[in-house]
């Protein structure tokens, strides 16, 4: 989520989804209201897309055809990032635009009925942001307001990183290499931050240069990074390695947000924070 996220008013405008792939271009209802975040359910074929307007949770089955999700956290809680762990959606919870941080922090919906498992209060915690897992099945959750980087093991959440992360943004864990990389929009030529988990050191993958408001962060099948910024509107990629610089791969977006690659059908997903709308862009080997 962007910094100059209170600049923008919440409005809602005719879906426009510029879906790629084979479905149909027709849509029952409008339902997006600030998009933040995306993932790909593939044992029910469906996208599912958090809403930061108004805390709703929206999914698009294979005919392209939206409903809910949940309604569960709607008018509640704002919802910024989503990922799937196991049978479990977890949702990136807070309603800090009222101020009121009571219960902010991370719930878990039941991803085939849509209904809560849990939900883990974070007492302190700024803004529950992004959110990824490593092959232990622990969770880390960037604090973008709060500087932070929490861990949550067996339902219970501790501050795992707490310097130096500059407003960490989007983060996700990089199997290979067993570290996570996180975005940090605030820090010198807005770098790539790297934790090594083995040892939990922190150190700078690689500085970006895109210093307008780095957001979402995710892999391809082939290695690369893909990094959005939201003063560019655009996605950038870098190969492998992080060898040579970022190169923009797709334009024209608008405020784009927490970004996805669906690995099943190799198709970057990119929800347009500012207007309400989502796009899906086949990637090429």
């Not at 990824?132 to 880390?140: C, F, L, P, V």
């Not at 996180?182 to 988990?197: C, D, K, T």
Request: charge should be negative.
């Amino acid at each position: 989520m962007n910094k100059s996220l209170y600049n923008y008013s919440i409005f809602l405008c005719l879906i426009n989804i510029h879906l790629l792939l084979s479905v149909q271009n027709s849509y029952s209802q409008d339902l997006f209201n600030n998009p933040e975040s995306v993932v790909f359910d593939a044992p029910r074929n469906r996208y599912i897309i958090s809403n930061w307007g108004d805390g709703s949770i929206v999914q698009i089955d294979s005919n392209g055809t939206q409903s809910y999700f949940s309604t569960e956290l709607q008018n509640k809680y704002k919802v910024a990032g989503l990922y799937i762990l196991n049978d479990t959606l977890l949702a990136a919870s807070g309603d800090t635009l009222n101020c009121d941080t009571t219960g902010t922090g991370l719930t878990g919906f039941n991803i085939k009925t849509g209904e809560i498992v849990f939900h883990i209060p974070i007492p302190g915690i700024g803004l529950p942001n992004d959110i990824t897992s490593d092959n232990n099945g622990i969770i880390y959750l960037t604090d973008y307001w709060g500087n932070k980087l929490y861990k949550i093991e067996n339902h219970k959440a501790s501050v795992f990183i707490r310097e130096n992360l500059n407003y960490p943004n989007g983060i996700m864990y990089d199997k290979e290499q067993n570290r996570l990389l996180i975005l940090s929009v605030a820090g010198v030529n807005a770098p790539i931050l790297e934790v090594n988990l083995p040892d939990t050191t922190l150190s700078v993958a690689v500085e970006t240069g895109l210093t307008q408001g780095l957001d979402g962060i995710d892999m391809d099948n082939e290695g690369r990074i893909y990094i959005s910024e939201w003063g560019g509107d655009g996605v950038y990629r870098y190969d492998k390695g992080f060898i040579g610089k970022p190169v923009l791969f797709s334009s024209g977006h608008n405020d784009p947000a927490d970004i996805y690659i669906d690995k099943v059908n190799n198709v970057l997903v990119v929800p347009n924070f500012s207007s309400n709308t989502v796009d899906f862009i086949p990637i090429n080997k």
